[in-house]
């Protein structure tokens, strides 16, 4: 009997989309991350311009997220990048953990400045122009933040 190779996700890809799953480990967060700055730069943003800076630091709080409170064993997260048509980008981070669902947004809180941790999610509200959560289907969470991509008045 011959052994199959592993199966690997594939990223779909159309002009204005990038969807990919990754594996929830710290490792598949770094990627999620990268891949996210490199299409970018696809769609004319290069990487250190401000929105590729905003997107790779959002893009790496939620999927660090994912991976450290949305991990089930064995399950992927997934990465989705969507360019608006009215100049917006909509980065989802999907998990498994549907029962373990951040504070709405506003709904944040504070924390102590010596507490470690908690302050990702206070990163994606200052970063993005808008963020949310979502319940997803069959199981588990998604959660949006959009960006303005559209160039700022000076």
Same mark, same amino acid.
């Given at each position: 009997m011959t052994k199959s190779p592993p199966r690997v996700a594939s990223a779909? *890809?159309? /002009?204005?989309a990038f969807v990919q799953r990754f594996s929830s480990t710290p490792r598949g967060?770094?990627?999620?991350r990268r891949l996210a700055v490199c299409q970018l730069d696809r769609w004319g943003h290069p990487p250190g311009g401000e929105p590729s800076d905003r997107v790779?630091?959002?893009? /790496?709080?939620l999927a660090a997220? /994912?991976?450290?409170?949305?991990?089930?064993?064995?399950?992927?997260f997934e990465l989705a990048l969507t360019r608006t048509s009215e100049g917006d980008l909509r980065i989802?981070?999907?998990?498994?953990?549907?029962e373990r669902r951040p504070p709405a947004p506003g709904h944040l809180g504070g924390r102590e400045p010596c507490e470690p941790g908690g302050r990702g999610l206070l990163l994606v509200e200052a970063l993005s122009d808008r963020w949310s959560v979502?319940? *997803?289907?069959p199981v588990g969470k998604t959660v949006r933040a959009e960006i303005?991509?559209?160039p700022r008045e000076q």
């Open positions: 779909e *890809r159309t /002009a204005d967060a770094r990627l999620a790779a630091l959002v893009v /790496a709080e997220n /994912a991976v450290t409170h949305g991990r089930v064993p064995g399950r992927d989802e981070v999907s998990d498994t953990r549907g979502h319940e *997803r289907l303005d991509l559209r």
